[in-house]
């Protein structure tokens, strides 16, 4: 069975940064796109990043450009999502999620159970 | 960016009753339109994908519809299990998009 478990959410002042990873078991993680998708707390689903299964193209949302950095190491079979000038904005579930096809623009067919991320002073 | 609009934003309905949700898109998708149920403390899980396939272990009273920009989601016979909030996505497009999601409540 796919499993995706993300850690690293924590409490971060305004301006902090933190790092999130997402473990990944039960497929073979280089044969497929991984992606970051955020929730904000009684809100929908953001996307944020995703990135392919070589790892060679990333892509990102508008609303993170410049401050996330989506990479993954498929020798660890492990995606990361660093985060750097974090606002109350930011203040959500984060979770990855594994796309369908190699290629970054498949949707998702397995999410990992979420890590909270709360940026307040 | 493409705009995805759901609707209705909320429905009350009863365990046996046939729902339809609504998403449209500000673009033509050319078919990458999913959609997700998502329970209250927990992670989306994918029902349909390319507008009408069910995705592995979904009860077939799930099915989706629609072409170009226009797509729908219906469930036949309402069971208790289903009564969460349901999100449609594009993947037509980066950045890819939700929709604003629709929950279906106990009438």
């Known amino acids: 069975d796919v499993r995706l478990l993300e850690s690293g959410g924590d409490l971060v002042q305004p301006g902090g940064s933190l790092r999130l990873s997402c473990a990944a078991s039960g497929f073979t993680f280089r044969f497929y796109a991984m992606n970051w998708v955020r929730q904000a707390p009684g809100k929908g689903l953001e996307w944020l990043s995703g990135i392919t299964g070589s790892g060679n193209k990333t892509y990102y949302a508008d609303s993170v450009k410049g401050r996330f950095t989506i990479s993954r190491d498929n020798s660890k079979n492990i995606l990361y999502l660093q985060m750097n000038s974090l606002s109350v904005g930011d203040t959500a579930i984060f979770y990855c999620a594994k796309g369908r096809r190699v290629s970054a623009g498949s949707t998702f067919d397995s999410w990992g159970q979420g890590t909270l991320v709360t940026v307040s002073s | 960016d493409i705009q995805m609009t759901q609707s209705p934003s909320s429905v009350s309905a009863s365990v046996g009753d046939r729902v339809t949700i609504t998403c449209r898109a500000s673009?033509?998708?050319?078919?990458?339109l999913a959609w997700f149920q998502q329970k209250p403390g927990a992670a989306p899980k994918l029902l349909i994908y390319a507008i009408s396939s069910l995705h592995s272990g979904v009860p077939s009273r799930f099915s989706g519809s629609g072409s170009g920009t226009d797509f729908t989601l219906t469930i036949s016979g309402l069971q208790p299990e289903d009564f969460a909030t349901y999100y449609c996505?594009?993947?037509?497009?980066?950045?890819?998009?939700f929709g604003g999601g629709t929950k279906v409540e106990i009438k």
């Open positions: 996505q594009q993947t037509n497009t980066f950045p890819l998009t």
């Open positions: 673009q033509d998708l050319r078919g990458w």
